[in-house]
DNA sequence: CGATTTTGACCGGCGC
DNA sequence: GCGCCGGTCAAAATCG
């Protein structure tokens, strides 16, 4: 009866295998096209602004000073994107970033059924910066968060404990981007016995290679809960890439010189 | 009771 | 000029 069941897991963990292997190698296709995607992101980036230079020259060039002098950015750069996968049953839209913030609105907007929350950071007016909090259409358990500016304080210590700090060096949302999904608390992170494959994604334990039929039972289930985190992760990855395609499309258009 | 959140009203920019 | 829409204000409600 053992051994019958034995066959049985056997058999099930050999399907479960397969099923990782080829979630683990989409899930790999997804994260390299994400990859080259941003890095084509920044040399349009790069490209455009050139473009910008050469078209209108008060933008690039240093020669005429009756016009304003060139002391600000060009705005966009004032904002970045960050994307932060979080609990769907959880609906509240606080993103953990190490600052406080104090909501001063909330909106339901025309291109997203779920509402955009307005928070100013609650140093103000000392400090500055504002942040804008919406659900990703594709992937609802997706915040985005767009920051305006850079706090001029160091975190509170007791606010959140997450290290990511927004308001370091602002180079592109894309650049952004993965930052927060590595603090999040809801990252799929499985504890998996692999004696069965001996691969993971580095937060598994080890356990003595003797286990027994429980033991079987158990790989058994943790394999299937890895597999359904490796969907889960999947899923995400492809909402992900829809939303950075997304607000690379809904750049604000460079205004005309 | 002060701090924070909620939510409807208001304002300004933009396109037609 | 008008309407739409995103962003902000501010009074009321809620929380600790």
């Given at each position: ?19 990782l292997?080829?979630l683990r190698?989409e899930n790999e296709?997804l994260r390299?096209?994400l ?50 996968r ?53 992937d609802?358990s997706i ?38 999904t590595?603090?999040?608390?809801f990252q799929p992170t499985v ?10 994604t ?23 809960e890895y597999v359904a985190s490796l969907t889960k992760d999947t899923n995400f990855t492809l909402a992900l890439a ?16």
């Amino acid at each position: 009866m053992a051994a019958f069941d034995g066959g049985i897991y056997n058999h099930k963990v050999e399907v479960l295998k397969i099923e990782l292997e080829r979630l683990r190698k989409e899930n790999e296709d997804l994260r390299l096209a994400l990859e080259i995607m941003g890095s084509k992101y920044e040399v349009l980036h790069s490209r455009l602004q050139k473009n910008m230079a050469t078209i209108s020259p008060d933008l690039g060039s240093s020669h005429d000073s009756n016009k304003r002098p060139r002391t600000e950015e060009v705005p966009v750069a004032k904002a970045s994107q960050v994307f932060v996968r979080t609990n769907p049953k959880d609906k509240s839209l606080t993103v953990k970033d190490g600052f406080q913030w104090r909501k001063y609105g909330q909106k339901i907007t025309k291109d997203n059924p779920s509402p955009r929350a307005y928070f100013r950071c609650s140093m103000a007016p000392q400090c500055p910066v504002k942040k804008k909090v919406q659900r990703c259409m594709e992937d609802s358990s997706i915040l985005v968060a767009t920051y305006e500016g850079a706090h001029n304080h160091e975190p509170p210590h007791d606010a959140g404990g997450s290290s990511y700090s927004p308001d370091s060096p602002i180079k592109g949302l894309v650049a952004n981007f993965p930052c927060p999904t590595t603090v999040d608390p809801f990252q799929p992170t499985v504890t998996l016995d692999l004696t069965l494959s001996g691969t993971g994604t580095g937060q598994e334990k080890r356990r003595p290679q003797n286990f027994m039929e429980d033991d079987q039972k158990s790989n058994c289930s943790r394999v299937e809960e890895y597999v359904a985190s490796l969907t889960k992760d999947t899923n995400f990855t492809l909402a992900l890439a829809a939303a950075v395609a997304r607000s690379i499309t809904d750049q604000p258009k460079p205004t005309k010189a």
